[in-house]
């Protein structure tokens, strides 16, 4: 079993910031890709930003210079930290990795349970 969990959302005004985590638990041999999504209500989940292993990184047009993604490969971590926040970056945020888990030897796709992020005054 491999588990991912989300945390570092909350509420905060326009213009702040917060930084979500998301670890990797669980019985991994590799973990490849990771990226973090985020879904609003009444919209389709997105692509907000992904990170290769070896820390190439990709963003949606729409967070690029304000949003970072990293990780911590030593740690089975991922890192989105999200600067001059706007109310239209209000949405359950969703970390996903590419994983190869003990005893396989293919990659599956794997989600966290997401967390809130709220951007108001």
């Known amino acids: 079993q491999v588990q991912l969990a989300e945390s570092g959302g909350g509420l905060v005004q326009p213009g702040g910031s917060l930084r979500l985590s998301c670890v990797a638990s669980g019985r991994i041999f590799r973990i490849n890709d990771m990226a973090w999504y985020r879904q609003a209500p009444g919209k389709q989940r997105e692509l907000v930003a992904g990170i290769t292993s070896g820390h190439s990184t990709n963003y949606a047009e729409s967070v690029k210079g304000r949003f970072t993604i990293s990780r911590d490969n030593t740690k089975n971590t991922a890192f989105l930290q999200m600067d001059g926040l706007k109310p239209e970056d209000t949405a359950v945020y969703y970390c996903?990795?590419?994983?190869?888990?003990?005893?396989?030897?293919?990659?599956?796709?794997?989600w966290g349970q997401g967390t809130q992020v709220t951007v108001s005054s």
């Open positions: 996903n990795a590419k994983i190869i888990s003990l005893f396989s030897v293919f990659q599956s796709d794997y």
